[in-house]
């Protein structure tokens, strides 16, 4: 298994570019989520998603979109990239069960550094 | 809201110390999880426990133990005779509530405390 894998691991983008970082799992998991880590800061949620076709938005969405066509891939992407977007995101997965609803531990990728100038 | 206060930003300890990383949170939810992740220098976060809001049974993992205590809504982590592989941030985290319906395993992150054991 390889869990949760991210791609790039580091990218540098100019002001206004766009770019999407990739997310795959083979964990089968059906939630996954996209945080944003800033220097000194603890985690934030960006989006999650609870299954294929099904996506929500977490603390701080504006300025990202994602998609989940699949149960493997979430995808996050940035439109019109600024300098606060400058941040490692780290894309993570859980396994749920419809019939215990409790958070389980989340499985967390190796994150992808990006920098905006 | 929900918040996690993790006050301590950085601890600097002595192979073989104990050291105590603390967790306060707030919530307005009845049930909820708390977690705690390891980030080693790799990056990568690594979970570490996840404890129920109505379980207040103290835990103990090998040198890692952890002290839930409600009344102070507190999450505290200790860990034994500390070693250089310790050396990583740790997070405090709290999910979202669960109560009558399901949690999508939304986590609120304290800001983290790292931690750095010196040889």
């Not at chain 1, 939630?31 to 800033?38: A, F, P, T």
């Not at chain 2, 999880?33 to 996840?50: A, N």
């Not at chain 2, 103290?58 to 070693?83: H, P, V």
């Amino acid at each position: 298994n390889a869990g949760v894998t991210q791609t790039p691991k580091f990218r540098i983008l100019k002001i206004g570019q766009s770019m999407t970082l990739q997310c795959t799992q083979d964990m089968n998991h059906n939630y996954m989520y996209w945080y944003r880590q800033d220097p000194g800061m603890g985690l934030k949620l960006i989006y999650y998603s609870v299954g294929a076709g099904i996506t929500d938005k977490g603390e701080v969405p504006n300025g990202y979109n994602v998609s989940r066509s699949t149960t493997e891939d979430f995808p996050l992407r940035l439109e019109l990239a600024a300098p606060s977007q400058t941040s490692v995101y780290f894309c993570a997965s859980s396994y749920n069960t419809d019939r215990d609803s409790t958070p389980y531990e989340q499985y967390f990728g190796p994150g992808t550094r990006l920098t905006v100038t | 809201a929900q918040k996690v206060t993790q006050a301590q930003t950085e601890i600097s300890v002595v192979e073989k110390e104990d050291v105590t990383l603390d967790c306060v949170y707030e919530t307005r939810d009845t049930t909820y999880y708390l977690f705690w992740y390891k980030q080693p220098p790799s990056g990568e976060l690594v979970f570490l426990i996840r404890r129920n809001s109505f379980d207040e049974q103290n835990e103990i993992s090998g040198r890692y133990s952890w002290n839930f205590q409600k009344s102070t809504s507190s999450f505290n982590f200790t860990i034994t005779a500390s070693q250089v592989v310790d050396s990583a941030v740790y997070f405090c985290a709290l999910s979202d509530g669960y109560a009558g319906g399901t949690s999508y395993g939304k986590l609120t992150f304290g800001q983290g405390t790292i931690l750095t054991v010196h040889p």
